[in-house]
């Protein structure tokens, strides 16, 4: 895209932060001439698809509003294999658990699990997020069950020991003494070195 055609983008969203809620703080869209977002040239995309991409870019630590939200399930329907819509997945979804709103934060993490692998932080965001959705409904074991599919599927993981505590507790609250303590084991005799192993022996105490 040609400067003016970035300098046109910028006048247009100017006013970004009062239709999507964003901060003002917000990073400015398309920081550099022919930059591609996902698999899309922002040229290439309808002004529903651009508004969203723009969210995107802008998003962070900013609540999303409902237009916003509205404006990224749209993008995600229409391109849901690409790069773009897993990050707006994760988004989704953890927007959505934050609101407490667990059907559909549990519809966005399952999608992106569905579809998505390759990106270690937001793998693990859907999973832990997903198991906090059946800990929110109550369904513990079924927590731990998620968790423990992340450790089998992602063995050398960064935050196997963080996986390992939530499933711990997941079935220590499920009343499954067995599961719990299998779990808490494999951090207190793997794991030494980790943050988690204080709270793993705690935990094994008592259940001794």
Known sequence: ??????????????????????AQAAPPLWPGAGRQVGQFQPQ???????ASLEILERTGTHVLSPEAMDLLEQFVDKHGG????????????????????????????????????HDPVFTFNAYNGLGGVYEEKGDYKKAGEIYERYLKKYKDSTFTPMMLLNAG???????????????????????QDSREKQEAAFFLEMLN
Do not use: H, P, W
């Open 44 to 50: 290439q995309v309808e002004r529903i698809e651009l």
């Open 169 to 191: 507790k997941a079935y220590y609250l499920a009343g499954d003494k067995d599961a719990a303590r299998r779990n808490f084991e494999a951090i207190t005799e793997n794991f």
């Open 82 to 117: 690409s790069e773009r819509a897993a990050e707006a997945l994760i988004l989704l979804a953890n927007e959505y658990f934050r609101k407490n709103e667990l059907d559909r934060a549990e519809k966005y993490y399952r999608r992106y699990i569905d579809k998505f692998s």
């Open 1 to 22: 895209m040609s400067a003016a055609g970035f300098a046109g983008q910028a006048v247009a969203a100017q006013d970004a932060d009062e239709r999507y809620g964003l």
